[in-house]
């Protein structure tokens, strides 16, 4: 079973900056696409940026692009750094690893089958 655990979390003010990072384990855990996803109260899960850690390819929602930014920190270590955060990027914040033979970024949650249990970031005015 494989497991995903973030972790770091919590209440920061807009234009601050967070570091998620998500550890995984377990038998049968292959790193091969890793990547976060999040979601607000009432909306749908969203995608937010994912590797393919065979390859170092990276793809993000564009509504990220320049703010986050997502990094291997090792064998199953992966982090989210959040800069100039702001009020919509307040979410439950999910990391999200595809199926082992599953070697491609994809932005749909449910092409993802292992997920945390998520961490909440929230950013006050």
């Known amino acids: 079973q494989v497991l995903l655990v973030e972790s770091g979390g919590g209440l920061v003010q807009a234009g601050g900056s967070l570091r998620l990072s998500c550890a995984a384990s377990?038998?049968?855990?292959?790193?091969?696409?890793m990547g976060w996803f999040r979601q607000a109260p009432g909306k749908a899960r969203e995608f937010v940026t994912a590797v393919n850690c065979a390859n170092s390819t990276i793809f993000s929602a564009d509504s990220v692009k320049g703010r986050f930014s997502i990094s291997r920190d090792s064998m199953n270590t992966i982090s989210l750094q959040m800069a100039s955060l702001n009020f919509d990027d307040t979410a439950v914040y999910y990391c999200?690893?595809?199926?082992?033979?599953?070697?491609?970024?994809?932005?749909?949650?449910?092409?993802?089958?292992?997920w945390g249990q998520g961490t909440q970031v929230t950013v006050s005015s």
């Open positions: 999200a690893a595809r199926a082992s033979d599953r070697v491609t970024v994809s932005t749909a949650p449910i092409n993802y089958a292992h």
């Open positions: 377990g038998r049968g855990f292959t790193r091969n696409v």
